[in-house]
């Protein structure tokens, strides 16, 4: 599942952005402040990112500079009511990939997204490897020591997220987040239940279970 990060302090504009790309079947996570949205862009999770200038302790332009500075070429979609032209012309000279002024269509932003993610695609790793997994992430196949074993789009998610995390220990609540977009315990088992699904395709032995923590793909 794709995953964008809405780097927004403003409340009310996060949880409305968050709502309809949720909606559109995108996994989003929040940050409200500078230096945690820079933290969670360098974990490597998402494919885009919708960046407020104007967000506290670190602005948007440092983000920006910062994360071309370091070579990293996520896809940043700049929201913000600084709509001047040399607002702009900044942003896009810095590195972003597109510039929306607020107040702004959802239906707009969706479409950019939907360009951006298009666009940055041909820059994306296609196939992931860990021990005798090869999973692509284009087609949404797996290979198990070679051979192919068909997944559901959760499980496919699943194993995407062990394998980018691999030697990791991912906890239930990162699961939720990343694979489910759940920000939450809805207090049912999904993550163990799904885990065994994965287990019984991939290989009981592969997924490790740490005791009171989570698990890891070995």
Do not use: C
Not at 126 to 134: F, H, K, N, P, V
Not at 144 to 162: Q, T
Not at 177 to 197: K, Q, T
Request: charged share 25%; aromatic share 6%; glycine share 10%.
């Amino acid at each position: 599942m794709t995953r964008i990060l809405v780097a927004e302090d403003e409340t009310r504009i996060s949880a409305f952005v968050e709502k309809g790309l949720r909606a559109a079947g995108f996994a989003v996570a929040t940050a409200s402040d500078g230096h945690s949205a820079l933290a969670e862009v360098r974990t490597g999770q998402y494919a885009l990112m919708i960046l407020d200038i104007g967000i506290p302790g670190l602005g948007g332009f440092e983000i920006l500079e910062t994360l071309r500075g370091e070579g990293n070429g996520i896809a940043v979609i700049i929201l913000t009511a600084r709509d001047s032209a040399m607002d702009t012309v900044r942003g896009l000279e810095g590195g972003a990939n597109d510039y929306m002024a607020k107040p702004f269509r959802f239906d707009e932003l969706l479409a950019r997204v939907r360009l951006r993610l298009k666009e940055a695609q041909p820059q994306q790793a296609e196939s992931l490897l860990a021990g005798g997994l090869e999973l692509d992430v284009r087609t949404r196949r797996i290979l198990v020591d070679g051979a192919p074993v068909a997944l559901s789009a959760r499980e496919f998610a699943l194993a995407e997220e062990f394998i980018r995390h691999r030697d990791q220990v991912l906890s239930r609540e990162q699961l939720l987040s990343r694979v489910w977009g759940l920000d939450f315990d809805p207090g049912s088992n999904l993550v163990e239940v799904y885990v065994r699904y994965l287990r019984a395709k991939i290989g009981a032995e592969r997924i490790e279970t740490v005791r009171g923590m989570g698990y890891r793909l070995i």
